[in-house]
């Protein structure tokens, strides 16, 4: 009995602590549409407008942007955040490299 009792509670432990807490940081941006990605043409290439980026570059390939705001040019404010493993997809490596981002909401400036 007493076995088992510490059986249980340290199974219970385990699985708690072993939890994952899957939700990832995102961030509300302002950016500029540039224009389709040379080598994934499905996906296009942002501009931020402030480059305050960790990753130090000035611009992302987006991975969900609404086909209605695919407009170069365009001025957005999206929120964004870094792409979990499972999301991340390979391209031709023709064009400029750019970090990946996906877009959680877009909304005109």
């Keep these: 009995?007493?076995?088992?009792?510490?059986?249980?509670?340290f199974s219970s432990f385990i699985l708690l602590t072993s939890c994952e807490n899957d939700e990832i940081e995102s961030e509300w941006v302002?950016?500029?549409v540039i224009g389709e990605?040379?080598?994934?043409?499905?996906?296009?290439?942002?501009?931020?407008?402030?480059p305050v980026s960790n990753d130090g570059?000035?611009?992302f390939q987006e991975i969900g942007l609404p086909s209605e705001y695919?407009?170069?040019g365009l001025?957005?404010?999206?929120?964004?955040?870094?792409p979990k493993k499972e999301e991340s997809f390979p391209c031709t490596s023709l064009g400029m490299s750019y970090p990946l981002k996906v877009i959680l909401e877009a909304k005109r400036e």
């Design 30 to 32: 302002d950016v500029t």
């Design 75 to 82: 001025e957005l404010n999206l929120r964004i955040r870094d």
């Design 1 to 9: 009995m007493k076995f088992r009792s510490l059986w249980i509670i």
């Design 37 to 50: 990605a040379v080598d994934c043409r499905e996906n296009w290439i942002i501009e931020y407008e402030d």
């Design 70 to 72: 695919k407009t170069e």
């Design 57 to 59: 570059f000035d611009r």
